[in-house]
Nanobody
Framework: QVQLVESGGGLVQAGGSLRLSCTAS????????MAWFRQPPGKEREFVAT??????SYTDSVKGRFTISRNNAKNTVYLQMNSLKPEDTAAYYC?????????????????WGQGTQVTVSS
């Protein structure tokens, strides 16, 4: 069992930055593929970024603005968000997967955090 706890959300003006953190319980953190998803108001949860096999992948709308990273010694994955836009407003969720599958699909993930709200004002 893995428990994920996100932090770092908040209210920021357009063009600003935030860094989200997700800390996992357990001693096998390094074996999990980690990702960030987000759910805008009234919309479905969508893939944002993942760190797998030593490299990062991003959805097109955040490329060049967001950076995912992980620190296995601290059981933590981060999402640095720069040049934020109002359309980035959403609840952001950390997720962990233990097996293969489509890294951009919610169905591939076994564990989820409770979410942290990011609101970008124009």
């Amino acid at each position: 069992q893995v428990q994920l706890v996100e932090s770092g959300g908040g209210l920021v003006q357009a063009g600003g930055s935030l860094r989200l953190s997700c800390t996992a319980s357990g001693r096998t953190f390094s074996t999990y593929g980690m990702a960030w998803f987000r759910q805008p108001p009234g919309k479905e949860r969508e893939f944002v970024a993942t760190w797998r096999s030593g490299s990062a992948s991003y959805t097109d709308s955040v490329k060049g603005r967001f950076t995912i990273s992980r620190n296995n010694a601290k059981n933590t994955v981060y999402l640095q968000m720069n040049s934020l836009k109002p359309e980035d407003t959403a609840a952001y969720y950390c997720a962990a997967r233990s097996g293969p599958g489509d890294y951009s699909s919610r169905l591939s993930y076994d564990y989820w955090g409770q979410g942290t709200q990011v609101t970008v004002s124009s």
